[in-house]
């Protein structure tokens, strides 16, 4: 059964700070892994997603990366801003079988 | 374009009252529809999903059930809630052929 794990659970850093957060994942035959953003209160938001072929995404301040063989990925946010705080969830696909989801890192950029 | 539409926003129901949540996707035809929960300090669960019409597939074992009675909605229903039921309901849709997955805005239920 695949599991997803994101580390930290919870990270506070500074305005400007560049950060990292990490996903791992125990089956490493996924189709696809998708990197979400969630507000308090709302749903969830699409920000990357990584086809298995592929090594990387960037849009924007954010780069996603992949290494399907070790089951992990990492999100980079470069000069981060108040705005960016938030619950980010990590979660892959195995095809037909539905998404299955991280708990998520909730971050704090303190301005 | 392709949009999800979820309601109510916001639900309090009693203990024992029946639940009905609905979900419709625009702009897309024959998506895989999909019913999470997130209860607070806890992942999101996957309750239900649907492939077509009538095809409804569980999850997880509990008082609710799901129905598609059309091709772009989706419904999920209680008869009798309990407590445990409270949490926040999120619906998604996938194209079959767009890999990426889009979720609802969600429905915060609280039993009292």
């Known amino acids: 059964k695949q599991e997803v794990t994101q580390i930290p659970a919870a990270l506070s850093v500074p305005e400007g700070e560049n950060l990292v957060l990490n996903c791992s994942f125990t089956?490493?035959?996924?189709?696809?892994l998708q990197w979400f953003r969630q507000d308090p209160g709302k749903g969830l938001t699409s920000l990357l997603l990584?086809?298995?072929?592929?090594r990387e995404q960037t849009s924007g301040r954010l780069n996603a990366s992949l290494d399907k063989s070790s089951g992990r990925s990492t999100l980079y946010i470069a000069a981060s801003q108040p705005g960016d705080s938030a619950t980010y969830l990590c979660?892959?696909?195995?095809?037909?079988?539905?998404?299955?989801f991280g708990k998520g890192t909730r971050l704090s950029v303190i301005a | 374009s392709q949009t999800i539409h979820q309601w109510p926003a916001t639900l309090v129901q009693p203990v024992g009252s029946p639940l009905s949540l609905e979900c419709t996707v625009e702009?897309?035809?024959?998506?895989?529809l999909y019913w999470y929960r997130q209860a607070a300090g806890r992942g999101l669960q996957l309750l239900f999903y649907?492939?077509?019409?009538?095809?409804i597939s569980s999850e997880v074992p509990q008082n609710l059930s799901a129905s598609r009675p059309q091709d772009r909605q989706f419904i999920l229903s209680s008869k009798k809630l309990l407590l445990s039921d409270s949490g926040f309901y999120l619906c998604?849709?996938?194209?079959?052929?767009?890999?990426?997955?889009?979720f609802g805005s969600g429905t915060r239920l609280t039993v009292v």
């Open positions: 998604a849709w996938k194209d079959r052929k767009i890999w990426g997955y889009t």
């Open positions: 089956d490493s035959a996924i189709y696809n």
């Open positions: 990584i086809q298995s072929s592929q």
């Open positions: 979660a892959v696909n195995q095809g037909n079988t539905p998404l299955v």
């Open positions: 702009g897309t035809s024959n998506p895989n």
């Open positions: 649907s492939v077509g019409i009538g095809q």
